[in-house]
């Protein structure tokens, strides 16, 4: 809701309005009144918490360190599954869940699955509702069966980069997770084959995505300029940064650094296989820093930088087993643990700096899903969409980290989040929930379910990173009976609950009876609390469904070899094709009684209508002054602060206040009077034409004119 003051004179300003005739743009809304800042996504693959000194790295990131150092940093960013359905939220704001895919599985070639053609993503918001220029840079990993799921399809105007999960850093062949490298191509450049360079078996990938975006970063600042000269503004700018980096297959050696990480890990501890693994990791992390440096560095000496907001984050932690220091966290890349879902996430750019949070951290909840309303706050966008319009599960975190005046922590925090759901029944669930202070996490887990196969299955090692004596190596303390530090940390019954807030490591199951730390009580309330979320939770969503096996199906007709000349991993459906592929997939869950519902059927077969924007005459609209919003959506710390704004630009600063009201308060009163006078008048002359009626009445019939109706 508007602040008091605000609405009195935002009134204000409606009664100038009527009194001097201003007009209104029926298509106004905020974000054509603010400097909209450019948006500069920089997310990284596999990244662990400790891979970076400026937490606990080993190896040297000063370019990292300083971008994190510098930022607003969020120091409970939760992802909640992995790799695709990770960036599926990343990018979408929707949870995977909702979507059929809430599983610890990513997209492989030959698959059907991906973001389902009437999900719009943030770059579909940025480009096609709104005006930004938008560029995808590296890895995608979010469908191809069908190039309605593809890059250009998906709100992107330039996309550069591979389309799968894995890829040969030098031979840019894509490595398949149960086949390996198996020879055929995958990178592209706008949706074409980018035959150039796989031809350039010298280059790294990496470089070619630092050369990609300072390229698109000079068409920018050339627009800019151009602009600028010619007295207007230039549209503003979105770039997804998805780098390649930490994911294999990682080189045998960067020939730049190789040399430098054998040196650093001389003396560390661990077999010769795992060391071998850390120096290719650190060559890598020491690769990705040069980077992420180079593409600070040119915004900064090119004048893009003060305009625009930059987010570095990761689409999960780290793989342990691949050289990745999740410390202090439990866990690897695909599991529920803190190693895997809580992420290193920091707010920096020009944007941050001038609103003086650079260097300050929030420890209030965040999830992945929060991340296209928070964009959309900050670009204006949000309080012109309807929110029937809204595409996204999530919620605006744009007061918490602006830690706006508006912004109350007690009421507008996050109080829980669920991580996700795993069947209709919620025998395999998650979630985080805040009670008294303190966080909890608490895990139901099912061996049916396909989300928590890996708690039984033998094929994830339960993991811890830690140092080993010397304070320096990194080691991978795996759990083994017979460890004390390690045994309160299993599977009681068929879940776990973990106090975050002073057990980060989930070493205690807070529902053993024989943790040091076990209280019945305490628990007891803890599960209860979660089970209500839970079910209120399902209740009110009615997108949810168990996962759809078939998306995850190989389809013979996504064989490279069969498709053009045989070299590239290649859409393989065309859209009638997708169709019935869809159909089938449909049929046959229904068949044996998986529900769907009609709003997730149609987020599969209708594309994405963009929606119009509120204006003057829009039913769910509603006019301010000059400015059209959304109804219900008043209470957003940016409509706050631009309501103000609004405000003072018409009535100029506070001190003036008392004197306009007092100004206006005189001219409303003149207003009633005449207002009044005007009905008096209008009451008198109808009544003497009334009065003349009846005379002409009464004349007729004397006449003898008979009846006559007036």
Known sequence: MFTTRGSVLLCALCILQCLFGANSDSSSCIASKIEQPNILFILLDDLGWGDLSYTTGQFPTPNMDKLMTNSLTLNRHYVHLMCSPSRTQFLTGRYAMNLGFGVFLPWDSQELGGIPIGQPTIANWLSEFGDYTTYGVGKWHLGYANEQLTPLSKGFHHFYGFYQGALDYYGKTYNDIEAGDIGAYDFWNDGQEEYEVIADTETITMKLYEQRILKYLEVEKNKAAKALAAGSTASPWYLFAALQSMHVPFPDEIPEYDATCSGMLSGSSGSKEYLVSRKRYCSMVLLTDEVVGNIMDYLKQNGLYDNTLVVFTTDNGGETARGASNYPFRGTKGELWEGNTRVLTGLTGGVIDAKGLSGQSRDQLFSNLDWTPTLLEFTGYLYCIGKNDYSWDGVSQYGMITNGKNYDDATDRRGSLVLNIGDSDTKSASILVEIDNVLYKYIKSDPDSATDRWIYSGYLADVWSAFDDDAKSLKVVEYKEGIDALQYSQVYGNGFLFDLTNDESELYNLLNPRSPRYDETLSREVVKQCQILLDSFMREDDLFSNPIDFLHARLPLGDPG????????????????????????????????????????????????????????????????????????????????????????????????????????????????????MIVICHCNKERKQRKKYENYLHHKENGAGYRTF
Request: overall charge negative; hydrophobic content about 45%; glycine content about 6%.
């Open 562 to 677: 069969l498709i053009g000349d045989g070299m590239w991993v290649r859409p393989f459906l065309d859209d009638a094709k997708y169709t019935e592929l869809l159909d089938k997939m449909f049929v046959f869950e229904e068949k044996h009684g998986r529900y769907h519902s009609d709003a997730q059927l149609s987020l599969y077969y209708n594309s994405w209508s963009v929606p119009q924007p509120f204006n003057v005459k829009t039913k769910e609209s509603k006019q301010v002054g000059a400015v059209v919003v959304a109804e219900g959506s008043l209470a957003g710390e940016a409509m706050k602060e631009f309501e103000e704004e609004v405000v003072f630009n018409v009535f100029g600063d506070k001190t003036n206040h008392n004197q306009i009201l007092t100004i206006l308060i005189v001219v409303g009163s003149v207003c009633i009077a005449l207002l009044i006078c």
